[in-house]
């Protein structure tokens, strides 16, 4: 009976070390799978978080498709040469704001760059929903990070990553000088548009921005640092750091 018993015992053993190779190659495979999807959706800004770090996105991402929708319901109105100025240049401008984050996030690995990128594609994204409804060329041919169609903003990118790879309090003061000059650009394509389509969608963007703004001074005061408006006044400033987080779709005035 004890020899019988032996080429038994062969076999259970065998077969759990079967089990077990096969079940550590396929949690191997699931991780290597999981991580590949994530570092590609990182690069696309399209990844999503929980949390508190997921608050830095507050309801931005969240609105977009009602935007978009109402957006397309407004009539269409004709264009001036400077409301299509104004499309052109905000569709790369926000698209440089998420690419400097996605950038700054894999230097530094701090969510709020990771969040706020998010953000970012919700607002090229709508932009571009204003292009394609009036079918003019998109000027991003290229959605790869840190390509553009005009060199201006090719040399802000490489400029405000540079600056933001010294540190990571220059990272976040990379991050609160573009929110800083997104919403003085807003203000003045706002002032030079009486489409009702284009200036519901800036005035929401600026909202984004403000909150963006709101979000990386939030941070910087975490590290004992400070930030000084470029953009926009002294007096607009302290008045945006003061008053609350704005959340949903705004009308604009």
Known sequence: MKRGLVPVAWLVAALIAAVVVGVGAY??????????????????????????AGSELGSNGSITEPMIAQIDAMPKQPLSPEEVNALMEMREEEKLARDVYLTLYQKWGLPIFHNIAQSEQTHTDTVKALIDKYGLQDPVQDD???????????????????????SVVDALKVGATIEDLDIKDLQHWLAVTDNNDIRFAFCNLMKGSRNHLRSFV?????????????????????????????AGIVECP
């Open 144 to 166: 790869n990070v840190g390509v553009f169609s005009d060199p201006k903003f090719t040399n802000l990118y490489e400029q405000l990553v540079a600056e933001g790879s010294k």
């Open 218 to 246: 939030s941070q910087l005061q975490r590290y004992g640092a400070s930030y000084t408006p470029q953009y926009i006044s002294e007096q607009e400033y302290n008045a945006i750091l003061s008053s609350s987080r704005e």
């Open 27 to 52: 949690v191997a495979t699931h991780n290597t799978s999981t991580t590949v999807s994530t570092s590609q959706a990182a690069a696309s800004g399209n990844t999503s978080s929980s949390g508190a």
